[in-house]
């Protein structure tokens, strides 16, 4: 296994819409261990597989100290509204306010295949939210309320 280089804005493929998983193989699983090894690394709370230049419908979630993979995500149902600080790995020194879902129910896929289902609030509900645009090509700053400069940074 090994790290992906994160891709960073600006590059095409982020505007792109992932294709859902149909193959459970072994090139599956080596793109979901390195996407781990990849988020660990970056100290990251979610990664899409679009960030590595794989346009599958797969990301990973850091959730409390256990990453987890879902394949083929989809928010099932949401609850609430959050504005909160959000960044992203594609978009380093970023910053921006955005409005999600305070809570979110996901349904997906494991790399077994077996469908799992989790329901989160807060900064996880917002990390799916992020995840998921990413696999329909949507940048967070697409959404951000507002950008916030490295002065307003320190302040928050």
Do not use: W
Request: hydrophobic share 40%; with cysteine.
């Amino acid at each position: 296994m090994g790290l992906r280089n994160i891709v960073i804005q600006g590059d095409p493929i982020l505007k792109k819409k992932s294709r859902k998983v149909e193959k459970f193989d072994e090139r599956l699983n080596i793109l979901i261990e390195d996407m781990k090894e990849t988020l660990k690394e970056e100290n990251g709370v979610g990664l899409a597989a679009v960030q590595v230049g794989v346009l599958k419908r797969v990301i990973v979630v850091n959730m409390d100290g256990e990453i987890v993979e879902l394949i083929n995500p989809e928010i099932v149902e949401q609850s609430g509204t959050q504005e909160d600080l959000e960044g992203c790995l594609s978009c380093p020194g970023e910053y921006g306010i955005t409005r999600r879902p305070m809570k979110v129910k996901v349904k997906a896929l494991n790399k077994d295949g077996k469908m799992v289902e989790y329901t989160k609030d807060a900064l996880l509900a917002r990390c799916f939210c992020h995840e998921i645009d990413h696999l329909d090509g949507i940048i967070f700053k697409e959404k951000a309320l507002r950008m916030l400069s490295p002065d307003e940074l320190r302040k928050e």
